[in-house]
């Protein structure tokens, strides 16, 4: 086993290097790993991961977080055995690693050694390795509260000394040609330290180039007066008082080396880095593929200078931004011939000329910007790679579409979560806009407000760099909420201040005028999808996009086509399916998405679009089973893939006149939201629906919209505050059972009288769930409709466990097996919740137990999430069996699913005094372990996990 720290933390088993699953995980690995061989107490783990502001129950989360970490540093370990290597010991924990396991360690352990002499050569190998092991920003994404910073300046320092002992080894083993290139990228890093520049005029002196020395020290003293008012050192200005005296030591043929300086970080991109490097090294041509503004450029220049001693004779980069598709291959070739240095002959063609050099040369082309010049990019590179060592690699909007090319897509930078500290400072896109602001403000501490407009920022550009760039260069003259206000609907109006755009370079134009040139690109059936698109939220899949996008002039079986093509010119990103076995998933970036949606306006589309989108979402909501039927499971699973979509298109219509079949489509989602424990968004849609409706609906419309309103609270346990209404509303939908209605929208009445029942009973209301029963019973009576009946009938009997429970105890076990007659599992489901509830009066643990089972596979087979309250009761049973770290570990997920949509908890009569029980039982670390493990089954919504 092997740890990767210098840079994002890593664990690397076998020869395959895996991340971290969690950024708590990787601070608390983070922390262990400067402490290494110590005891590091448990106090100063919790500051070191969550600083000033520790969960209530910081312990407990820290112990599922060693839990966690140790199933990543020993997944062969058995079960219940002591760990090896995460050893506890009081007062905390040691992490028993050896120095050549860990990258950072043998970093320092190198350092350490450094000044002892040795020989020149071993030295020149051996630091190659150490050196290599930097892969960015030490511990990139793990947040610092405090403690990281020192730690991370600490290992900077060793690898500059390490850097610098490298090159004194270079020159005393006469290696000056590659000192002085190895020397470009540290001084660009490092620009004002002497030593390097001692030794950059030492290298050139004996590589026999006294004039380059000379030039290379007035440049270092032009800096210094410019920027510090301050001369170089006397032992710098010595060495070049005798470069007159000096013979040359060398004459040798200098590789090129053509890349500009990046005078920026790469944040976020060590991954990237690392796996381009990769390619580029097993595969001699890679493509850097990605949207407009999402690095590319930067990060083939952090490419190129990251592998300058592998392409012995040079590394070169060619800009091509100014081409365009009309230029002629020569074009092309003429800008790769002069950055190779090859002397122009008119005799001999640029593409001749290029194939002559690199034929027997070891170079790096990198070619920036192709996507203009597709054809003739390709056609150099393979002119390039027709040589046996020469590499290339490209950068564009799309794929060269060249045989053994390598893709490498680059997407956006992750986003914050939240304007926390912790989210902001886990953010590479969040951290990236606060550097470059720092360009013109130091910023060391954010306020809540400037937290605030940085999340703001960072979404509105959704990531990309160079929105996040010219964002912050709006700061000299505005304020932090002023530009995020700027963005609101101007994302692609963005570019640097002050310049003009008619003299501005593609790199300053604004997004705007990014995107319109790569739309320019694409087919006609390309152009009407990307428009069209605009509709749908991020996170669509192809059935939603044929359904938006097809008509009578582009059929549903084109779209994919046209999707793949916006694809491939990066205006699409595919984010890949949510869940196994899902449907791909793709997005539209927020600039790209306002550009897709201006165009949709001017093809004056807008309505008819819109309007598709609406009845498809419609049509997927009222075409699954009644609640409780077969297919259940799988039509939620559908909705799961489309929900953005689904609630994207609900929220627009309910912001406007809502028609009935809204208010349909709204109540056949209502088991939906109930059983994925959906919150926020089924609250606020429900609201919606029930302040849109009005005059111009039907009476059975309104009274729909006011119950979805009224169940969605109460099952939030507020049902108080809509109770009057509740109560009026199945008043109205009982009266409506004498209207002449479709049949359909009158079973859709009997469902939803059944889920008032069920949301009044979870809400502790029984009189009005009693009421809603009987309403229900009347309705499947009236419509000859078992399935209604049926539920109507358990409800019935589940409201009589507190008056007679023999009665409904006898009654349930009936209608258990009549549900599985009619094929209605919530009727079964209920009926072994009452049988459950029965065991609990009668303190019977083991019959529970086993209803609560039955009760769990039921859960399962119609794909519901919502189990903390079976779980409650399950904990109750294992109390009654003598079972308490099993009750724990039920009370412990069913306490973490009930927080997590805002609820209280406990939510049963007797659990309270059954937990106090428990303390008093078990010591207090076999309580809180018990309740960890069950918070962490309770987080994977897995049925499986409590059978």
């Not at 005891?39 to 910081?58: K, M």
């Not at 599922?64 to 055995?81: D, G, K, M």
């Not at 150490?130 to 920003?137: F, I, P, S, Y």
């Not at 029984?766 to 009987?774: H, K």
Request: aromatic share 4%; hydrophobic share 45%.
């Amino acid at each position: 086993m092997r740890l990767h720290d210098l840079g994002p933390i890593s664990i690397e088993t076998a020869g395959v290097s895996r991340p971290l699953a969690g950024r708590r995980v990787e601070a608390v690995l983070a922390a262990l790993l400067v402490r290494r061989g110590e005891i590091v107490s448990t106090d100063w783990l919790i500051d070191a991961v969550w600083g000033e502001d520790p969960p209530p129950r910081a312990a407990a989360a820290l112990d599922t977080l060693i839990w966690r970490l140790r199933r990543f540093l020993e997944p062969q370990r058995p079960a219940r055995s002591p760990s090896t290597v995460l050893r506890t010991e009081d007062p905390g924990f040691r992490l028993l690693l050896h120095t050549d396991q860990v990258d950072s360690a043998v970093l320092a352990a190198y350092a350490d050694r450094l000044g002892t002499g040795g020989d020149p050569a071993q030295r020149v190998a051996e630091s190659a390795a150490v050196l290599d092991l930097w892969r960015g920003n030490p511990y990139e994404t793990v947040a610092d509260t405090g403690w990281l910073d020192p730690v991370r300046t600490r290992l900077a320092e060793q690898r500059l000394a390490v850097l610098q002992d490298r090159i004194d080894a270079l020159l005393e083993t006469g290696q000056p040609e590659r000192a002085v290139t190895e020397l470009v990228p540290v001084i660009a890093e490092h620009p004002f330290v002497e030593r390097l520049r001692e030794q950059r005029v030492l290298g050139l002196q004996r590589a026999g180039r006294p004039a380059d020395a000379v030039a290379a020290y007035r440049e270092y003293a032009e800096l210094l007066d410019a920027e510090l008012g301050a001369a170089p050192g006397g032992d710098l200005q010595a060495l070049v008082g005798r470069l007159g005296r000096a013979a040359p030591v060398a004459t040798t043929t200098t590789a090129v080396y053509a890349v500009p300086h990046r005078r920026t970080s790469m944040l976020g991109r060590a991954d990237d880095l690392a796996a381009v490097r990769h390619g580029l090294r097993r595969q001699r041509q890679v493509s850097v593929v990605g949207p407009v503004g999402c690095g590319k450029t930067r990060l083939s220049i952090a490419v190129a200078e990251a592998l300058r001693l592998d392409y012995a004779d040079g590394v070169v980069f060619v800009d091509l931004t100014d081409l365009t598709g009309a230029e002629p291959a020569d074009a092309v070739a003429g800008r790769v011939q002069e950055a190779l240095q090859i002397p122009a002959d008119p005799q001999v063609p640029p593409v001749a000329a290029v194939a002559a050099f690199t034929a027997d040369r070891q170079v790096l082309v990198v070619l920036d910007n192709c996507e203009q010049v597709t054809a003739a990019a390709a056609e150099i590179t393979r002119t390039v790679l027709a040589g046996d060592r020469a590499a290339v690699l490209a950068t564009s909007r799309q794929p060269l579409d060249l045989h053994g090319e390598l893709v490498h897509v680059l997407r956006p930078l992750p986003l914050p979560h939240s304007a926390s500290p912790a989210d902001l400072a886990g953010s590479p896109a969040a951290a990236l806009l606060v550097e470059r602001l720092a360009e013109e403000r130091p910023t060391a501490d954010l306020e809540e407000a400037e937290r605030a407009a940085v999340l703001r920022i960072c979404t509105a550009t959704d990531g990309l760099p160079l929105g996040i760039e010219l964002a912050a260069a709006l700061r000299p003259v505005l304020q932090l909420h002023e530009i995020a206000d700027a963005l609101d609907g101007n994302q692609m109006g963005l570019r640097r201040p002050g310049r003009n755009l008619r003299d501005a370079s593609r790199a300053e134009a604004t997004l705007r005028d990014s995107i319109d040139w790569s739309h320019g690109l694409l087919t006609g059936d390309e152009r009407v999808v990307h428009r069209r698109l605009s509709v749908l939220p991020p996170g669509f899949t192809l059935e939603s996009a044929a359904a938006v996008c097809s008509d009578d002039e582009l059929t549903a079986e084109e779209v994919p086509h046209a999707v793949a093509g916006l694809s491939f010119r990066s205006l699409l990103v595919a984010v890949g399916p949510y869940r196994p076995g899902g449907p791909s998933v793709f997005r539209q970036l927020v600039p790209i998405r306002e550009h897709a949606g201006d165009q949709l306006r001017t093809a004056g589309e807008s309505g008819a679009v819109t309007d598709r989108r609406d009845r498809w979402v419609r049509s997927l909501l009222m075409a699954g089973p009644r609640p409780g039927q077969s297919g259940q499971a799988e039509h939620y699973l559908h909705i799961d893939d489309h929900l953005r979509a689904v609630t994207a298109s609900l929220g627009d219509r309910l912001a406007e006149t809502v028609d009935d079949a809204d208010v349909l489509a709204l109540c056949r989602l209502l088991p939906y939201w109930l059983d994925r424990m959906i919150g926020a968004d089924a609250v606020r849609l429900a609201t919606a629906v029930r302040k849109a409706v009005g005059p111009a609906n039907s009476a059975v419309a309104r009274a729909l919209a006011v119950a979805v309103h009224g169940c969605v609270l109460a099952a939030n346990q507020e049902v108080a505050e809509v109770r009057a209404e509740l109560v009026e509303a199945v008043s109205d939908l009982t009266a409506s059972a004498t209207e002449d209605l479709p049949r359909e929208t009158r079973r859709l009445i009997g469902d939803t009288l059944t889920m008032v029942t069920a949301c009044c009973w979870v809400g502790d209301d029984y009189e009005l769930a009693a009421m809603a029963a009987d309403a229900a019973a009347g309705h499947g009576t009236a419509l000859q409709d078992d399935h209604i009946a049926v539920v109507a009938a358990v409800f019935a009997s589940s409201l009589q466990l507190f008056s007679d429970p023999g009665a409904a105890r006898s009654e349930a076990t009936v209608l258990v097996e009549r549900a599985g007659e009619v094929g209605n599992n919530l009727a079964a489901l209920m009926a072994t919740v009452t049988l459950s509830v029965a065991a609990l009066l009668d303190g019977d643990g083991p019959a529970g137990l086993g209803w609560t089972d039955r009760t769990l596979r039921l859960h399962e087979t119609l794909g519901v999430w919502n189990i903390a309250d079976t779980l409650e009761t399950r904990g109750n049973h294992y109390v009654n069996a003598g079972m308490p770290v099993e009750a724990l570990r039920c009370y412990g997920a069913s306490h973490l699913q009930n927080s997590r949509v805002g609820r209280t908890w406990p939510r049963h009569p007797g659990t309270a005094e059954k937990l106090d029980g428990l303390r008093d039982t078990l010591s207090s670390n076999d309580f809180q372990d018990a309740w960890a493990s069950g918070e962490r089954l309770g987080a994977d919504n897995l049925v499986e996990g409590w059978l």
